[in-house]
């Protein structure tokens, strides 16, 4: 992949600085022209741990001076999440407490609009975005694996051995979208539509490598993964029909109804298991797993109502 | 002697309200005969009868009412 477009002023000076070999200007999540300058150059920082872009030096991934503009930019976002998101305690047992807080969401949802209504080129578009991390599934919480002991690190490997096929390539979720995603005649490659990705949609990306590269946050990341196995079957079954409505491949229907059951387990898992493990270990993780659950709901919920509003218009 | 934990680790857990996960490789018989092999290293058997996808739980039980869901 090729590095992005910029989207303004701190995007622009990250980028510059990495296709040049430069250092980066003295910059600060304060001189972000917006959500989309901010969360670009985010990503694109988050990325050199990924993949990486193939006009960047490889060694920038642990350069000092964008690690500092890479923690201004994180404690920015990480601040705004934890003053939107506060999540309300309920009951003693994480699982109920998270199943409650997905129930109780009654935030805009993109796989009903997919399901009855959208349009071919929108659910393209649709498929595009969430590319961005689809190409990528599972990859941000695999950081989390050597920050836990036993009993929750064999549980979150329980649901990743299933994320990742099973030991077959061919059943690697990743790739299933990707083959859909070609099937349906859209760019596999990973990274493609990143300059089409909203503000919303980086923010996503952005706040999953976050909670999975600072060990500080694997509370979050694991909270985050939960809320998000738990709003993922239902969903799936609407998008699958809708894709089916509108003629898509079966390949791309395939990676769908793969989630409608494969999330109804990893569900359990996630909420059960894994925060259930976690907190045997860490009592003192459950606000952070609350946390991350919170923040998994309100982003989805942005980026809904704002590809709801721009196709209502 | 060692002082290390030994884990719980269920072949079968009933979730309440929802479905029975199942650890490893199993054939279930559905009531007309017809035999489903599980797929992953753990399944979850519907146990609220209302799933799309049966014998397999597709989610479907959070959107019943609280009586009609599994204990
Ligand atoms: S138990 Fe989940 S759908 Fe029946
Ligand atoms: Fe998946
Ligand atoms: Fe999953």
Redo the contacts between chains.
């Keep these: 992949m090729l590095t992005p477009s910029p989207r303004g002023d701190v995007s622009a000076a990250v980028l510059e600085a990495l296709r040049t070999g430069a250092a980066p200007a003295a910059i600060r999540a304060s001189d972000a022209s917006g959500e989309d300058d901010l969360h670009l150059a985010l990503w694109v920082l988050f990325e050199l741990s990924y993949r990486g872009f193939e006009d960047v030096d490889e060694r920038r991934e642990w350069d000092p001076d964008l690690i500092a503009v890479r923690r201004s930019l994180e404690d920015a976002f990480e601040a705004e999440l934890r003053d939107r998101c506060t999540p309300t305690p309920v009951g003693d047992d994480v699982a109920t407490a998270i199943f409650a807080m997905c129930e109780a969401d009654d935030g805009p949802s993109l796989a009903t609009y997919v399901h009855r209504h959208a349009t071919h080129e929108q659910v393209e578009q649709l498929l595009a975005i969430r590319s961005v991390y689809h190409l990528k599934e599972q990859d941000p919480t695999a950081w989390v694996v050597p920050r836990l002991g036993a009993g929750p690190k064999a549980a979150l490997l329980e649901l990743q051995f299933d994320e990742y096929g099973n030991g077959d390539p061919n059943r690697l979720h990743h790739h299933l979208f990707a083959k859909g995603m070609e099937a349906a005649g859209l760019d596999p490659k990973y990274g493609a539509y990143v300059d089409q990705a909203p503000a919303e949609a980086l923010a996503q990306n952005n706040v999953m490598s976050m909670f999975g590269l600072q060990r500080r946050l694997r509370g979050a990341a694991l909270g985050h993964l939960a809320a998000f196995e738990a709003t993922s079957s239902l969903p799936s079954r609407r998008m699958a029909q809708g894709l089916e409505r509108l003629d898509f491949p079966p390949e791309m229907v395939g990676y769908y109804t793969e989630h409608v059951e494969a999330d109804a387990v990893h569900e359990q898992l996630a909420a059960r298991t894994i925060c259930g493990a976690l907190l045997d270990d860490d009592p003192h993780l459950r606000e952070d797993v609350l946390l991350g659950a919170s923040v998994c709901l309100d982003l989805e919920n942005r980026l809904a109502g704002r590809l709801l509003e721009e196709w209502a218009a | 002697m060692s002082g290390q934990?030994v884990?719980d680790?269920p072949d079968v857990?009933l979730?309440?309200g929802?479905?029975m996960?199942l650890r490893g490789d199993h054939v279930i018989e559905g009531p007309d005969g017809t035999r489903h092999a599980t797929t992953?290293?753990?399944?979850?058997v519907c146990r609220c009868d209302k799933s799309?996808?049966l014998p397999?739980?597709?989610?479907?039980h959070?959107?019943l009412p609280e009586k009609l869901r599994p204990s």
């Excluded at chain 2, 992953?40 to 979850?44: E, L, M, Q, Y």
């Excluded at chain 2, 397999?56 to 479907?60: A, I, K, P, S, V």
């Design positions: 934990e884990f680790h857990v979730c309440p929802g479905p996960l992953r290293p753990v399944s979850a799309a996808v397999w739980c597709d989610g479907t959070k959107v």
